[in-house]
């Protein structure tokens, strides 16, 4: 059942990434959908799952997105899966500050890392302000908390479920 739950938010999530790539081109620098499914996975299951997610989610982008550095987004989502799996699992970060948190440090260190390696491999990397740094931030860290807060409980949480109790 997960893997039905991560192939349908990654299909929506590119599908959301397209269409605003299509009708406001513009609007891509602030707002990358295709983190929300990583996003997700990371503070809801496990580490290796919300790497999966992450590597099949920046895979898609790179396909239909990246012609030139084919596996860059790849990479750098299974990268955040991975650090963000590992912090969901010290931290209790299912709620509404901590999902935003999670949402705006994952688009920050996206871009971040999409700087660092498209330098590493040689190609220019795109100046970005300060100010689209802190709008991305922002509408990471709403758009992660607001779709977790609408979601609810689709999918695998952490929390273990409570004992039945005994009957006697």
């Known amino acids: 059942m997960i893997v039905l739950w991560a192939a349908v938010g990654i299909g929506l999530a590119l599908a959301f990434e397209l269409g605003l790539g299509k009708f406001a ?7 990358s959908f295709m ?8 503070l809801r299951t496990s580490q290796r799952s ?14 239909w997105m990246e012609p030139k550095l084919f596996g860059l987004n790849g990479l750098i989502k299974t990268l955040l899966g991975w650090a963000l799996g590992l912090i969901g ?14 949402g705006a440090s994952a688009h920050l260190a996206d871009e971040g890392l999409q700087a660092a390696l498209r ?5 220019s990397a795109a100046r970005v302000g300060v100010g689209t740094l802190a709008l991305r931030a922002v509408s990471g860290g709403l758009l992660t908390a607001g ?8 999918g695998t949480s952490r929390a273990k479920a409570r004992p039945r109790p005994r009957r006697v």
């Open 119 to 123: 330098v590493l491999f040689g190609e």
């Open 50 to 63: 919300s790497m999966t997610v992450g590597c099949v989610s920046g895979l898609l982008q790179d396909y």
């Open 35 to 42: 983190t929300l499914p990583l996003v997700a996975y990371a």
């Open 25 to 31: 081109p513009g609007l891509t620098r602030y707002v």
């Open 147 to 154: 779709v977790l807060a609408i979601l609810g409980k689709p």
């Open 89 to 102: 699992a010290q931290f209790d970060l299912n709620n509404f500050w901590g999902r935003c948190a999670a």
